[in-house]
Nanobody, 124 residues
Framework: QVQLKESGGGLVQAGGSLRLSCAAS????????MGWFRQAPGKERESVAA????????SYADSVKGRFTISRDNAKNTVYLQMNSLKPEDTAVYYC?????????????????WGQGTQVTVSS
């Protein structure tokens, strides 16, 4: 069982930056692939970024490539999402998720555990 808790969301102006953190419980965190997803009001959940169990492989949605960076610290059981050059269209609730497959999947159905989310609001 893995429990996930996101933090770091907030209100930021367009062009600004935020760093999201996702703290995980459990001794097997280092074996899980981790992902960040987001859901804006009235829209479907979409994948943002993912990272493999060891951190060597990452995947990004086209909409965030070059602006967002996913990373992890297995010693701290934490995964991060550094978000730069934020745009109003990045406004959403951001969720982290864990998959026991260990791969950087961009498919939500492959994830076994989810956090409760953190709100990110980007003003224009």
């Amino acid at each position: 069982q893995v429990q996930l808790k996101e933090s770091g969301g907030g209100l930021v102006q367009a062009g600004g930056s935020l760093r999201l953190s996702c703290a995980a419980s459990g001794r097997t965190f280092s074996t899980y692939g981790m992902g960040w997803f987001r859901q804006a009001p009235g829209k479907e959940r979409e994948s943002v970024a993912a990272i493999s169990w060891g951190g060597r492989t990452t995947s990004y949605a086209d909409s965030v490539k070059g602006r967002f960076t996913i990373s992890r610290d297995n010693a701290k059981n934490t995964v991060y999402l550094q978000m730069n050059s934020l745009k109003p269209e990045d406004t959403a609730v951001y969720y982290c998720a864990a998959t026991n497959r260990g791969i950087p999947s961009m498919t939500a159905s492959q994830y076994n555990y989810w956090g409760q989310g953190t709100q990110v609001t980007v003003s224009s």
